[in-house]
């Protein structure tokens, strides 16, 4: 048995997030999730269940440029990287294999993880072209980045992010070791700009990237100080925390196994 490691890339419009549920096994399911997906394209190859680990959980309409997973294969034959071509010619437009490589033995996608990174995209301008509305939050108006910067500079270090965990998750610990969090401008749109903040931790409460955006964007719209945002974050209480901003904006960027091993 081989442990193949992917590296996936998903546009997560029409998928119920990437967790398989126990509902979606098999072909009459009417719910579609990225590791169900995947998982039927590997039975198809090996002519048997195959489990997929992933590194983590996207939520329905989140997008991912490098997902990663891991999988035992019976197969001896295919070379490794091989499996980017066999695997995608089984799978859905909207999913595709990227990279493929072998791994230990004892190599696991989520607990080999040392960060993951997330980028939130935002189309500042009255219209964004349609190709991107399935993948922005528009927001009409231009932040001042230097004052977003200031404000997010607080996310560094071992924090605890309860006010940015969303209502229900079940998380053992709410502190979270962060590694950087930004934003910066990607040209290319001449009708608007296009923002992008980048934010990189161990690991991640449910729904806090799309909060943590949700509140930097609200707080700069509505002339907060610059303090305001480390206030709300030392306050530990979701309900002093900005809206939470839309999933289309967000992608599972990248997925990091080289680095300390913080904390789950």
């Not at 399911?29 to 394209?41: D, W």
């Not at 964004?128 to 922005?136: D, E």
């Not at 040209?187 to 690991?203: H, K, Q, R, S």
Request: aromatic residues 12%; charged residues 20%; glycine residues 8%.
């Amino acid at each position: 048995m081989r442990n193949i490691l992917l590296t996936i890339s998903y546009d997560g419009t029409d998928f119920s997030g990437w967790q398989r549920q126990d509902s979606s096994a098999g072909t009459k399911s009417s719910i579609r999730t990225v590791q169900g997906e995947l998982e039927n394209a590997l039975e198809k190859l090996h002519k048997t269940a195959v489990k997929l680990y992933g590194s983590g959980r996207t939520d329905s309409g989140v997008h991912a440029s490098g997902q990663a997973a891991n999988f035992f294969s019976p197969i001896d034959s295919i070379p490794a990287e091989n499996y980017i071509q066999a695997l995608n010619a089984l799978l859905p437009h909207d999913i595709r294999v990227m990279a493929s490589k072998e791994v230990p033995q004892d190599f696991n996608a989520r607990f080999n993880a040392t960060s993951r990174v997330y980028r939130y995209f935002i189309y500042c301008g009255a219209v964004p072209p349609a190709t991107l509305m399935p993948y922005v939050w528009c927001i009409r108006h231009s932040p001042d980045i230097g004052k977003l910067n200031t404000m997010a500079s607080c996310l560094k270090g071992e924090i605890d992010c309860e006010s940015f965990a969303a209502a229900g998750d079940e998380s053992l610990s709410t502190f979270r070791y962060l590694e950087k969090a930004y934003f910066f401008t990607q040209p290319g749109f001449p009708d608007g700009e296009l923002l992008v903040f980048e934010i990189e931790a161990n690991a991640f409460l449910w729904k806090m990237v799309r909060t943590v955006t949700g509140s930097l964007i609200t707080f700069e719209r509505i002339g907060k100080p610059d303090s305001f945002f480390a206030e709300i974050l030392a306050a530990k209480d979701r309900t002093l925390a900005g809206p939470t901003a839309p999933a289309e904006g967000l992608f599972l960027w990248q997925v990091k196994f080289d680095g300390v091993r913080r904390h789950a």
